[in-house]
């Protein structure tokens, strides 16, 4: 199963291609693959829980500049 790093890879590798069909829509990338667009986030959401359940899974906007996460998001300690 694929990590979040690696499907933000997967939509960097596309990226281009992206933003030039579907700029402002949402995308939706699991396992390494691009699976579909959406109208909303609420809509790709709904269909990556339905499909894929807990994840992990990206859902990002395209063309939309880069969310930087707080560390206390991206960090789990090995304890917890």
Do not use: C, H
Request: net charge negative.
């Amino acid at each position: 199963m694929a990590d979040i790093k690696s499907n933000l890879a997967a939509y960097t590798k596309m990226q281009d291609e992206l933003e030039a069909k579907y700029m402002g829509k949402w995308v939706l990338f699991y396992d390494d693959k691009f699976i579909s667009v959406f109208e909303t986030f609420e809509d790709a959401a709904q269909d990556a829980v339905k499909q894929f359940g807990r994840g992990p899974y990206l859902i990002t906007q395209v063309g939309a500049p880069p969310v930087t996460l707080p560390a206390s998001l991206m960090f789990r300690p090995a304890y917890a």
